[in-house]
């Protein structure tokens, strides 16, 4: 397992708010590697930079070793990321198909032939749910947890090196949630690596190859799986919090 990704001393800010602050992270090949924080820690930040939504003030990223300037979301997606935001991103007017096939085609060429495309976007779609979804309609009439496998399909018809999730089970129902957990564990065995960002201990605890903690935009610790604890991520997430229990 090579570093596949590299934050140095990576930097945002937004007029008087610092929302990341000389940040430094290295991120492996074949792992499910964590951000954990809480409100406000820089994760959402952290995430828009890594998918070229905004452009750092100051650091560098690299990608296999090597300095990346890629500067819009196009550049990103053509390095081999692929994000999936918290918020719920639908064309909710275009079929469940063509949402999932969104952005993969060149602007005047169809990279998959219109025979092809409900055989690959059904194959995608049984990877990551077990709910049974209509491909033929509108995105917008779905539940918002079918709406957020359709955007996680999305994603994985890119074949991403590196996968960005970002609270992407917190609408889903136990079923979808573990059929999620198990593709994410399958991706890292094929060696991409996927970030991972959540607030669940749960899911921290059974996916995470390593965990790193934002505290106030700053990178507080990183730590192998085998070294966490759920009170340890606590107190280094929310430090006042557990104080707060201890001498009340």
């Known amino acids: 397992m ?36 809480e409100n406000g820690s820089g994760k959402s930040t952290l995430v828009k930079l890594l998918s070229g939504v ?54 005047f060429r169809r990279k998959l032939p219109r025979s092809e495309r409900r055989a690959t976007v059904s194959q995608v779609l049984s990877r990551c749910a077990r709910t049974v979804i209509d491909l033929d309609v509108d995105a917008g009439v779905l539940p918002l947890a079918t709406q957020q496998l359709v955007v996680l399909a999305r994603a994985l018809t890119r074949k991403p090196r590196i996968l960005i999730l970002d609270e992407v089970t917190a609408a889903l129902d136990f079923n979808d949630r573990e059929i999620v957990f198990t593709l994410i ?22 996916l995470s190859d390593r965990i790193t903690i934002l505290r106030s935009g700053k990178v507080v610790e990183t730590l192998d799986r085998d070294a966490a604890t759920p009170e340890l991520l606590l107190a280094l997430m929310a430090p006042e919090i557990v104080e707060e229990r201890e001498h009340g």
């Open 2 to 37: 090579g570093t596949m990704l590299e934050i140095r001393n990576l930097s945002k800010r937004y007029g008087e708010t610092v929302a990341l602050d000389d940040a430094s992270i290295s991120f492996s090949s074949g792992t499910v590697h964590t951000i954990m924080g």
């Open 54 to 107: 905004v452009s750092p003030d100051r650091g560098d990223i690299l990608v296999s070793g090597a300095p990346f300037s890629g500067s819009d979301p196009i550049a990103f997606q053509a390095a081999g990321f692929a994000t999936v935001f918290q918020e719920v991103l639908i064309a909710p007017d275009r079929n469940v198909i063509d949402n999932i096939l969104l952005g993969y085609d060149a602007p």
């Open 185 to 206: 564990e399958t991706l890292a065995r094929e060696g991409c690596l996927v970030l991972f960002i959540s607030h669940r201990m749960d899911e921290v605890m059974r």
